[in-house]
């Protein structure tokens, strides 16, 4: 069982399609206090964070309640994950409305970007270092016209996610071309969660 400290709708889809068996507890984490001037350190560094509250949440529960609580952080792997997109050098999160949508999505079409998702797992073994990495996967965005760009916009589905963009969604037509990860993009790097996760049977 994992333990997953994220809200993202689109990374807990991910593990049940991989059917791995997990749960989900969100951190709280207020992720714009948090100053780190290199993307690919800001997301791993925000991936620490939430996977690192939560298990705090969790051991100190299970310590409340006594030992050998079944299905807490004490007894499974805690992953932390954050997401966002670097475009011509600018880091693009979440967009705050849809105006900004637009005037990104302006920039973008045609043009090719790097998503970045800082991945942190806390193993339950507490002699054992919490892994930590980034995984960043090229991406091509393609060269929609202004009704084109309106119409997505006007969805509603880029104020939601990291850059914009949702590859699993309606976001899959915006996107001509992948060079790295593809689930990476959508919120987490299956490969390297199954790397991480072998070692802990």
């Not at 290199?38 to 299970?62: F, H, M, N, S, Y």
């Not at 339950?124 to 995984?135: E, F, I, K, S």
Request: charged fraction near 20%; aromatic fraction near 4%; proline fraction near 7%.
């Amino acid at each position: 069982m994992l333990l997953l400290a994220s809200a993202s709708p689109a990374r807990r889809r991910l593990l049940e399609q991989a059917a791995i068996p997990h749960r989900v507890r969100v951190s709280g984490v207020d992720e714009d206090a948090i100053q780190v001037t290199d993307p690919t350190q800001l997301v791993q560094r925000l991936a620490q964070i939430k996977a690192g509250v939560v298990a705090d949440l969790e051991r100190q529960e299970a310590a409340d309640v006594g030992p050998g609580v079944p299905g807490s952080a004490a007894s499974m792997p805690v992953l932390g994950c954050d997401s966002l997109l670097v475009f011509e050098g600018e880091v693009f999160g979440k967009p705050l409305d849809p105006d900004e949508a637009m005037a990104r999505w302006r920039r973008m079409a045609g043009a090719w970007g790097e998503l970045h998702t800082g991945h942190c797992l806390i193993s339950p073994q507490a002699d054992l270092a919490p892994r930590l990495a980034t995984v960043t996967t090229r991406v091509q965005f393609a060269p929609l016209t202004p009704a084109q760009i309106e119409a997505y916009v006007a969805t509603g589905e880029p104020l939601h996610c990291a850059g914009g963009f949702a590859l699993e969604g309606i976001g899959g037509l915006t996107v001509e071309r992948i060079e790295g990860c593809f689930s990476n993009v959508i919120g987490l790097s299956l490969p390297l969660l199954r790397r991480w996760l072998q070692p802990l049977g």
